[in-house]
T-cell receptor
Framework: DVKVTQSSRYLVKRTGEKVFLECVQD?????MFWYRQDPGLGLRLIYF???????EKGDIPEGYSVSREKKERFSLILESASTNQTSMYLC??????????????FGPGTRLTVL | AQSVTQLDSQVPVFEEAPVELRCNYS??????LFWYVQYPNQGLQLLLK??????LVKGINGFEAEFNKSQTSFHLRKPSVHISDTAEYFC???????????FGAGTRLAVHP
């Protein structure tokens, strides 16, 4: 079974803190993604990575950065957390060969609250 | 630009009744279409996808969807729902050659006994 794990299910941080969200996949997938999920907005792509040290901005990258030093691990960083970043964050991964038709496998999500 | 509209934010239905969750998309390129399901407190999992070929696609848990190019729709159906189908359902689209999925806002299906 493909497994995508996220470091925390729930996280509470204060405004201005630096926040790290970690994601690990065990299927040797090339692609990894970070989304945020908000009620009524569905999932919106923050960043994705198609290889180690490679990244591309998604639709809402402002206020976020990412790091991919190893193939299996993709980190989302909030440099200075703000209350409007309170959300559910979902990580996903997929194979690259076969292109856009590949299934993305999702982690369970991290619910981040910024006070 | 691609976009996805899920026409119903909530769909209440009784157990064993049929259900249809509606999805329309817009795209200037050939598309791949997906339905994902999110059970409470879990991540998303793939129900089914359309890449090419037959416009009627069968997925897991008895769900199916029909790709209609002229109406730019990809509606999800199940002939008889169970309590366990209570979840949020997301329609998504991507273009050939792209890695990015564009998701709809989601439809919350509530199955009542």
């Amino acid at each position: 079974d493909v497994k995508v794990t996220q470091s925390s299910r729930y996280l509470v941080k204060r405004t201005g803190e630096k926040v790290f969200l970690e994601c690990v996949q065990d299927m040797d997938h090339e692609n990894m993604f970070w989304y945020r999920q908000d009620p009524g907005l569905g999932l919106r792509l923050i960043y994705f990575s198609y290889d180690v040290k490679m990244k591309e901005k998604g639709d809402i990258p402002e206020g976020y950065s990412v790091s991919r030093e190893k193939k299996e691990r993709f980190s989302l960083i909030l440099e200075s957390a703000s209350t409007n970043q309170t959300s559910m964050y979902l990580c996903a991964s997929s194979f690259a060969s076969g292109g856009a038709g590949n299934e993305q496998f999702f982690g369970p999500g991290t619910r981040l609250t910024v006070l | 630009a691609q976009s996805v509209t899920q026409l119903d934010s909530q769909v209440p239905v009784f157990e064993e009744a049929p259900v249809e969750l509606r999805c329309n998309y817009s795209s200037s390129v050939s598309v791949y279409l997906f339905w994902y399901v999110q059970y409470p407190n879990q991540g998303l999992q793939l129900l089914l996808k359309y890449l090419s070929g037959s416009t009627l696609v069968k997925g897991i848990n008895g769900f199916e969807a029909e790709f209609n190019k002229s109406q730019t729709s990809f509606h999800l159906r199940k002939p008889s729902v169970h309590i366990s189908d209570t979840a949020e359902y997301f329609c998504a689209v991507t273009g050939s050659g792209y890695n990015k999925l564009i998701f709809g806002a989601g439809t919350r299906l509530a199955v009542h006994p």
